[in-house]
């Protein structure tokens, strides 16, 4: 398994929307085996493939305490049930070091393919339903930062950009 390179806001690959998974084949599984080798590697609890800057409708899961839970979820369409909103304190791999409250529908159904192609679905609530619609969102191109004003957003791209520059000097 390889460990891929998880890009960082605000890299304009993460505005690319991602196509559809049409073939099922040992690629996928590749893509998917090496996307949570660097999901967890990175002690995330959510990834899109966009992140990893492939542009497939992608995304690897595992809320569980002990990494004992992967879940796949390929073409997945979201839909809210009801009208609860909640608040939930978010972060992302691609946006390392800031977590910021984010305010959405507390709960979704999901319909989604596994990784044989095999059609699912299955409601949600609580982390799992903030974190489809958080990694849905990647698949679309949206961060969690596009929800907060401006001027947070800005303070946090500033941050990230001058991060990068040290990085790439040391
Ligand atoms: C998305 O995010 C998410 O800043 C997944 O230094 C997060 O896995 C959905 C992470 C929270 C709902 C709630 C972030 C790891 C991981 C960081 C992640 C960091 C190290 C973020
Ligand atoms: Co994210």
Known sequence: MTRLT???YPDPKL????KPVTEFNDKLQTLIDDMFETMYDAHGIGLAATQVDHHLQVIVMDLSEDKS???????PE???VG????VYEEGCLSVPG??????????????AKDRNGKDFSI??????AVCIQHEMDHLNGKLFV????????????DKLVKAHRKQKAS
Do not use: G, M, W
Not at 69 to 75: A, E, L, M, Y
Not at 123 to 128: G, V
Not at 147 to 156: E, Q
């Open 83 to 86: 009208d609860t909103q909640k």
């Open 98 to 111: 800031f977590h910021e409250k984010i305010d959405r529908p507390a709960d979704v159904r999901i319909d």
């Open 78 to 80: 979201v839909t809210v």
């Open 123 to 128: 409601e949600a609530d609580q982390l799992l």
């Open 6 to 8: 998880i890009l960082e």
């Open 15 to 18: 505005r690319t929307i991602a």
């Open 69 to 75: 839970q992967p879940q796949v979820f390929i073409n």
């Open 146 to 157: 596009d929800y907060l004003s401006a001027l947070k957003r800005n303070r946090i791209k």
